[in-house]
């Protein structure tokens, strides 16, 4: 007759875990598996647990479930991305699904390492995580992959230009982006359209700019290598690049930089020249940062869900960690789609032409 009234006094207050733990002769830990579905449970355990469960309808608490689990999966994130913007997107899809999966996320950040340099922060991290993420320009490094590989770490590359073969990508498809950006300027009338580079290891800029090329091809325009500089994604080198561009005696109508912030930058530069943007100049970028939209005029530019992109790399680096082969890996290229974001950046060729004319 006790156990009746003890349930019904129950429901005027939470249940623990300590108390189904009790009731079915188990520890807190295997309760808490069980719940979760995470680890090896006997059948007859599992089934004590969840009658007690039932018994004293037990509702588990998850934030608390949360925390216990952020203890035991442990994914880094190793960050030397000279974007601002870039990173704000990547730690917004990250910081929000690790909340939601409970994980604890690490960040790891690593200036401008050497390959040597690499390898042994590599070594010292795969001792203390399950999993790792590696956005751009680290989604490249031979140096890093190797080590972790070594160490029996699943790794996922984000926004990697190509499937590496080695390790596991979320990307879109940067070549394919690149030629339809390019001709959307083309489609405006420009002609002598600037390119501005990504950094020269990284992968995606590498497809990028064959993109760009393979664009100018398919519309019979000559590539002119004088309008193309190198930058490596941040703003000041973006000022660095639309300078020696603008400072032509034929300058380029149209400007294709190659992430937002070098784009921002050669706006900068066009207004101190007493430019209009896009009557004089028209300017792309990519990525559709924030910094896209803080510029005047606001940027026509390439979406790239850079915190989806985060969330589904999180997705496919769990099912590497809870699968229980790890001799044998399965690599999973996921490409996700873009957009091409048309704003006020870009004007027809025509409407220039008109504009210096009077």
């Known amino acids: 007759m006790e156990k009746p009234r003890k349930s019904v006094r129950r429901k005027s207050r939470a249940v623990t875990i300590d108390e189904v733990a009790t009731l079915a002769g188990v520890s807190p830990m295997t309760v808490s598996r069980v719940v979760n579905g995470q680890g090896k449970v006997r059948d007859t355990t599992r089934e004590r647990v969840m009658?007690?469960?039932?018994?004293?309808?037990?509702?588990?608490?998850?934030a608390a479930s949360s925390l216990a689990a952020a203890q035991h999966t442990r994914i880094a994130l190793i960050y030397?991305?000279?974007?601002g913007a870039y990173l704000r997107e990547l730690l917004v899809g990250l910081l929000r699904v690790a909340s939601r999966t409970a994980i604890q996320l690490v960040i790891d950040y690593w200036d401008d390492l050497d390959p040597e340099a690499?390898?042994?922060a590599a070594r010292a991290?795969?001792?203390?995580?399950?999993?790792?993420?590696?956005?751009?320009?680290?989604?490249?490094?031979?140096?890093?992959?190797?080590?972790?590989?070594r160490a029996n770490v699943p790794v996922v590359?984000?926004?990697s230009g190509r499937f590496?073969?080695?390790i596991s990508c979320v990307r879109i498809d940067d070549f394919r982006a690149g030629k339809e950006i390019t001709e959307h300027l083309i489609a405006q009338g420009h002609s002598r359209i600037g390119f501005i580079k990504g950094r020269a290891e990284q992968s995606a800029s590498a497809r990028r700019f064959e993109g760009f090329q393979a664009a100018l091809d398919d519309?019979?325009?000559?590539?002119?290598?004088?309008?193309v500089q190198q930058g490596d994604y941040t703003y000041r080198s973006g000022l660095k690049a639309a300078e020696k561009l603008l400072s032509q005696r034929m300058p380029p109508t149209a400007i294709f930089a190659s992430n937002d912030d070098m784009a921002a930058a050669a706006i900068s530069v066009a207004h101190r020249r007493g430019l209009d943007v896009p009557r004089d100049l028209s300017v792309v970028g990519f990525d559709d940062t924030s910094a896209a939209t803080t510029v005047w005029p606001e940027l026509t530019t390439v979406h790239q869900p850079i915190a989806s992109m985060a969330n589904t790399a999180i997705d496919v680096l769990l099912r590497s960690i809870r699968r229980k082969d790890r001799s044998t890996r399965v690599l999973v290229d996921?490409?996700?789609?873009?957009r091409l974001i048309t704003r006020d950046s870009v004007a027809p060729l025509t409407v220039r032409k008109r504009g210096k004319n009077g």
């Open 157 to 159: 590359a984000i926004a």
């Open 219 to 227: 519309a019979g325009i000559a590539l002119d290598r004088i309008l």
């Open 80 to 83: 030397t991305n000279p974007s």
């Open 164 to 166: 590496s073969e080695d």
């Open 118 to 120: 690499e390898r042994k």
């Open 125 to 149: 991290l795969a001792q203390k995580v399950e999993g790792v993420i590696l956005p751009p320009p680290l989604c490249d490094s031979k140096a890093a992959v190797v080590e972790l590989m």
């Open 51 to 62: 009658r007690a469960v039932r018994e004293l309808d037990y509702t588990p608490n998850l």
């Open 334 to 338: 996921h490409v996700v789609p873009h």
